[in-house]
């Protein structure tokens, strides 16, 4: 990953100089690290910072009064470039090492000290129906069959009206290779997580980088694929000898509603762009938008969580005076079977799709798991690898719906 801050805070002597200014400051510690990033990136997040009045989260009381806004997918790039730099989760110890000094300390420390952001679970796979296969392309045939009925006569008069449509899933290949040298941790604050036995891979710290709940490689998997693959993901073929980056190893929700919608295979209804003060009518639009024998299926409206809240405040909004509580404003949409639902791999997008769940498929291949974590020792540094496949697609286009608008004439 890139760096962007300053150089001047990557010394030693520098690191030294803050960590002394921290722990003496007055009356409280704290510390300012002027010129933190670089000049460019400062630059650009300066230029680029956004107008008061487009932040969409507003805070007043007593106590604080400030706007704020977390989807940073709106503004310059650089904003998501700089945050997920902060937050790499990569395996590095080197600050930990500055912080606490590179010697084992036993000060009662465990994993509930070891603290990190959290980590997004899976939702999507559960409003799909799962498919295990052998296949790399799990092919269907869509059934199709026009009018029939018509007047008798006693000639033989066909209308030929039955159909059947090809239809091809792809699963994607999937794969997880990381390093770490378990040494660079004995000798430092973490040190409980080495072990005396040579053989590193049996340490508890490779069980805990596996294993241990919203820090470990097997929630970082899920956040990943929830996050970024599964709904905005678009497959890119990767390089070879050059680490694919996340988001680009297969056709998400998004992409394949795209393609289906210039194709004119799955129903596009036009609701205009989503506004947090008609969001509830908009829904509505969009709901009476599905096909008339679709109407009484039940089926989930899927967005993104921030729209899904933004419907709930704009449903209570809209007149429910008899209600008490914001828990007593449900999901439905009223007089359909249909409800709303939000979905992390749709955030920070304003598409809204909805299809039976019958027809939203996610494909796994027999055999292979991404739990399957495959750990190997060579000279003293420790490797994790997995591999897995999986897709998702739908069954029927004709019975997907979404906001998606057509692109090309």
């Not at 710290?205 to 998997?221: H, V």
């Not at 933004?310 to 009223?334: I, M, P, W």
């Amino acid at each position: 990953m890139k760096n962007l801050i300053n150089s001047v805070y990557l010394s030693e002597d520098k690191k030294k100089e803050i960590r002394d200014a921290f722990n003496s400051a007055q009356p409280c510690k704290h510390i300012a690290l002027p010129n933190f990033l670089l000049p460019d990136v400062a630059d650009t997040l300066y230029e680029h910072f956004p107008k008061l009045d487009t932040l969409n989260v507003k805070r007043k009381s007593i106590n604080e009064n400030k706007s704020e806004e977390y989807h940073l997918d709106r503004y310059h790039p650089q904003f998501n470039e700089l945050r997920n730099f902060l937050n790499s989760p990569t395996m590095d110890v080197s600050e930990i090492k500055t912080a606490f000094g590179a010697y084992y300390e036993n000060s009662g420390q465990n994993m509930k000290r070891i603290l990190g952001m959290l980590s997004q679970g899976l939702v999507t796979p559960g409003i799909c129906t799962p498919v295990k296969t052998d296949d790399t392309v799990f092919k269907l045939g869509q059934l199709t069959i026009g009018n029939i009925v018509q007047a008798f006569q006693k000639g033989w008069t066909p209308k030929n009206a039955a159909a059947f449509t090809p239809n091809e899933l792809r699963l994607y290949q999937f794969k997880v290779d990381e390093e770490i040298n378990p040494d660079d941790i004995e000798a430092t604050w973490l040190g409980f997580l080495g072990g005396a036995g040579v053989d590193r891979k049996d340490w508890p710290l490779i069980k805990f980088l596996i294993e241990y709940p919203e820090l470990g490689y097997l929630s970082k998997i899920n956040s990943d694929m929830e996050l970024n693959e599964y709904g905005k993901g678009i497959y890119v073929a990767p390089t070879p000898g050059v680490a694919g980056d996340t988001g680009k190893s297969m056709n998400g929700l998004i992409k394949l509603l795209q393609t289906g919608v210039e194709a004119q295979t799955i129903n596009s209804i036009n609701i205009q762009p989503l506004n947090a003060t008609s969001i509830f009518d908009q829904v509505e639009l969009f709901a009476d938008g599905i096909s008339e024998v679709y109407q009484s299926v039940k089926m989930n409206i899927c967005m993104s969580p921030k729209w899904h809240r933004l419907y709930l405040r704009d449903k209570r909004a809209a007149g429910f005076f008899t209600l008490q509580t914001a828990g007593e404003v449900t999901n439905g949409v009223d007089f359909t079977p249909q409800q709303v639902i939000a979905l992390p791999s749709l955030s920070g997008t304003d598409v809204i799709f909805a299809s039976p769940q019958t027809n939203i498929l996610h494909l796994t291949k027999k055999g292979t798991n991404k739990t399957n974590i495959k750990i190997e020792e060579y000279r003293r540094n420790v490797s994790f690898m997995c591999d897995w496949w999986e897709g998702i697609g739908f069954g029927i286009d004709a019975a997907v719906w979404t906001n998606i608008q057509k692109v090309t004439s």
